[in-house]
């Protein structure tokens, strides 16, 4: 079955825009986690989702945020973009049940200019 | 969630096999130790998962000692594109009701001809 899919995988913005990423994850996984990736503070969580609604949120501000559909595909979008913000965005998806490993998708890399 | 530690960064040749290993004093009593791998510009991959003794699948075996306080990813007969970053996790099950996975920093191996 496919994988999960992140679009687009590059992305230029200019500092002060706002952005909107994608994630369709793989089918019948109803969880989806966001991911931020920097050289120099690593991949860091930023939030999940799980059937339309926000189980879990890591320590960003509330320019980041996200949501999910019906179909458990999810967006999340960042305003007021800063330098800071460019990074690879990274999403997961996994399935239900006790020991069930999360899929990456490969990642959005966004630069703000 | 338990803090690990990890060299930074390791060597190896094609043909060797590469061990890593993890320290996570502590750890909590439910809590299991994740392995995923990543290649630059792509999202990491699940390699392996234990709780306890010795766990091994089709590229990896995993050692964990007694007093759950370390673990060892044991890679056998390296190959070059085996090069990655190797990060160690220690958290609840994998998806088991809530999922956020927290990584370190993780260990680049680099494996040479």
């Known amino acids: 079955k496919a994988g999960v899919t992140q679009t687009p995988r590059y992305l230029i913005k200019t500092r002060g825009q706002q952005v909107t990423l994608s994630c369709s994850p793989i089918?019948?996984?109803?969880?989806v986690s966001w991911y931020q990736q920097t050289p120099g503070q690593g991949l860091q969580f930023l939030f999940e989702?799980?059937?339309?609604?926000?189980?879990n949120k890591g320590n960003f501000p509330g320019r980041f945020s996200g949501r999910q559909f019906s179909n458990s595909r999810s967006e999340m979008n960042v305003s007021t973009l800063e330098l800071g913000d460019s990074a690879l965005y990274l999403c997961?998806?996994?399935?239900?049940?006790?020991?069930?490993?999360?899929?990456f998708g490969q990642g959005t890399r966004l630069t703000v200019v | 969630l338990a803090k690990t530690t990890q060299p930074i960064s390791m060597d190896s040749y094609e043909g060797q096999e590469v061990n890593i290993t993890c320290s996570h004093n502590?750890?909590?009593?439910?809590?299991?130790i994740t392995w995923y791998q990543q290649f630059p510009s792509q999202g990491p991959r699940f390699i392996i998962q234990?709780?306890?003794t010795k766990v091994t699948n089709e590229v990896a075996s995993l050692f964990i000692p007694a007093d759950r306080k370390s673990s060892t990813l044991s890679l056998p007969r390296v190959s070059l594109s085996d090069t990655a970053v190797y990060y160690c996790?220690?958290?609840?099950?994998?998806?088991?009701?809530?999922?956020?996975?927290?990584f370190g920093k993780g260990t680049m191996l680099l494996v040479s001809p």
């Open positions: 997961a998806s996994s399935g239900e049940g006790v020991n069930t490993e999360a899929f």
């Open positions: 089918s019948g996984h109803r969880s």
């Open positions: 989702y799980f059937s339309e609604t926000q189980r």
């Open positions: 502590n750890i909590a009593t439910n809590d299991y």
């Open positions: 234990g709780y306890k």
């Open positions: 996790l220690v958290g609840g099950p994998l998806y088991s009701g809530y999922s956020t996975l927290t």
